[in-house]
């Protein structure tokens, strides 16, 4: 099966992407909304397009396991806050 015919795990059409990055940057979101946020970037692909700092923070985020590496995995573990 090919990434154009599986379906994505999460569903983002009610996400504020612009919202919740003016509020990344404004360091008004709270570590659960971060990996939310950039679980998003990732399964969208923005992740990579956006200024440096979001793509290397996407990848240390996926290698902690908290973010899936794309939008057809889940993470490796649930965020939690220990």
């Known amino acids: 099966m090919t ?3 599986r379906k994505p795990l999460r569903d983002w059409s009610d996400f504020k992407m612009l919202d919740q990055i003016m509020a990344y940057e404004a360091g008004d979101l709270v570590d659960e909304e971060i990996v939310t946020l950039f679980q998003h970037l990732v399964d969208t692909g923005h ?17 902690a396991g908290v973010v899936a590496p794309d939008a057809f995995t889940e993470p490796e573990r649930e965020y939690d806050e220990e």
């Open 47 to 63: 992740a990579w397009t956006l200024q440096g700092t979001y793509g290397r923070t996407a990848q240390a985020l996926i290698e």
């Open 3 to 5: 990434d154009a015919t």
